[in-house]
T-cell receptor
Framework: GESVGLHLPTLSVQEGDNSIINCAYS??????FIWYKQESGKGPQFIIDIRSNMDKRQGQRVTVLLNKTVKHLSLQIAATQPGDSAVYFC????????????FGKGTRLSVIA | SAVISQKPSRDICQRGTSLTIQCQVD?????MFWYRQQPGQSLTLIATANQGSEATYESGFVIDKFPISRPNLTFSTLTVSNMSPEDSSIYLCSVDQGEAFFGQGTRLTVV
């Protein structure tokens, strides 16, 4: 479950299992959504994005699902590996370029070998 | 893609002092964004820096505390002024070139 204060929500999965990380976004006018991975001591790294005219997009081992009706975004990671352990953030903006991103709270993924 | 270099990568500073963080991009960009990431938290936008004009600050952030320079299209600085322990955070710069790219961040600890 979600904690308050300084603690990010944590998802623990066994190596090889699939991971699903969820995000609720706030702005119904947002039309561009991105998932970022942040490893310790590093800046956020782009994983996958999706525009509001789509409800699903697949990458290598990752899938993003967008449900605009309930303003919900999810990231699915197939066959989770120890290297996937990181904090994952969803972000949104209006997709017009040169506009700042609004980040979600983040989820810490911990992969158990 | 854009390559962003931030300096310093980390610093420990005394309260009451100021630290200037530099952000260098390998290509010309119109806007640069500065974010703060407090311990265990997500990223929060501080301000948007547009070359040739004053930075635009988000609610809760003011120019006197976080002055920003943008002297050209590849460089920006963020200063954290009169620091207190509450300013201990990671500070990140970002640019948008079709997708948002981030520097590796500056981890600031104020003691």
């Amino acid at each position: 479950g979600e904690s308050v204060g300084l603690h990010l929500p944590t998802l623990s999965v066994q190596e090889g299992d699939n991971s699903i990380i969820n995000c609720a976004y706030s702005n119904s006018a947002s039309d561009y959504f991105i998932w970022y991975k942040q490893e310790s001591g590093k800046g956020p790294q782009f994983i996958i994005d999706i525009r509001s005219n789509m409800d699903k997009r697949q990458g290598q081992r990752v899938t993003v699902l967008l449900n605009k009706t309930v303003k919900h975004l999810s990231l699915q990671i197939a066959a989770t590996q120890p290297g996937d352990s990181a904090v994952y953030f969803c972000a949104e903006n209006k997709g017009s370029g040169n506009t700042p991103l609004v980040f979600g709270k983040g989820t810490r993924l911990s992969v158990i070998a | 893609s854009a390559v962003i270099s931030q300096k310093p990568s980390r610093d420990i500073c005394q309260r009451g002092t100021s630290l200037t963080i530099q952000c260098q991009v390998d290509s010309q960009v119109t806007m640069m964004f500065w974010y703060r990431q407090q311990p265990g938290q997500s990223l929060t936008l501080i301000a948007t820096a547009n070359q040739g004009s004053e930075a635009t600050y988000e609610s809760g952030f003011v120019i006197d505390k976080f002055p920003i320079s943008r002297p050209n299209l590849t460089f920006s600085t963020l200063t954290v002024s009169n620091m207190s322990p509450e300013d201990s955070s990671i500070y990140l710069c970002s640019v948008d070139q079709g997708e948002a790219f981030f520097g590796q961040g500056t981890r600031l600890t104020v003691v």
